[in-house]
């Protein structure tokens, strides 16, 4: 039987490998964060596959969230004093600096902000763009306390970016028209 907890209330404290550290702690930001993005991305993944034109979204942001689990396991490696072998490579960041690549030949220049919405699917992917800067946010705050790794700094920086595409990629894959902001 899996237990989900321990019945003896933690006090505002959580163990993690052998340190106890208060809730409060940035590295608990980071996470949840992190774990907050995973689970949007899980959302979006799941509309997209219900149309044929948004699969291949839909397995960029599975793949995206390969990477979201590696960046955990650095980030909680990093709290416990540990070095992981697991941790965002290199090669994510060029994986996401391609797919960018290849979103951008797809879609119109960009000439206005866009208003988000314009497909249930681009808003979806808009608000865990949002997320995304938040997860970004956090990491650089933590990375005051403790030493984050500049691969890891760069992939959460060009995530946003991807998210960005990926929102786009989905209006245009259905056919939906993207409006910008009147400024009235």
């Known amino acids: 039987m899996t237990v989900f907890y321990t019945g003896k209330g933690d006090k505002g404290k959580s163990h993690l490998g052998k340190k106890i550290l208060g809730k409060q702690d940035p590295l608990f930001e980071v996470l949840g964060n992190l774990d907050e993005l995973n689970c949007l ?24 969230q390969e990477i979201l689990f590696n960046a955990q396991a650095e980030v909680a490696a990093v709290g416990m004093g540990i070095t992981s ?49 938040r997860v970004e946010r956090s990491i650089v705050v933590y990375g005051k306390k403790k030493k984050i790794s500049p691969t890891l700094l760069q992939f959460s920086n060009r995530l946003s970016s991807l998210l960005f595409a990926l929102g786009r990629l989905a209006n245009i894959d259905l056919r939906k028209k993207e409006e910008k902001p009147s400024y009235r």
């Open 41 to 64: 991305l899980g959302i979006c993944r799941q509309e997209a596959l219900q149309n044929k034109k948004t699969r291949d979204v839909a397995q960029t942001l599975r793949d995206v």
């Open 85 to 133: 072998k697991i941790g965002v490579k290199q090669h994510n960041t060029d994986d996401m600096e391609k797919w960018i690549g290849d979103i951008d030949r797809k879609v119109p220049m960009l000439k206005n902000f866009i208003v988000p919405g314009a497909s249930s699917l681009s808003a979806r992917i808009d608000l865990a763009r949002a997320v995304s800067r």
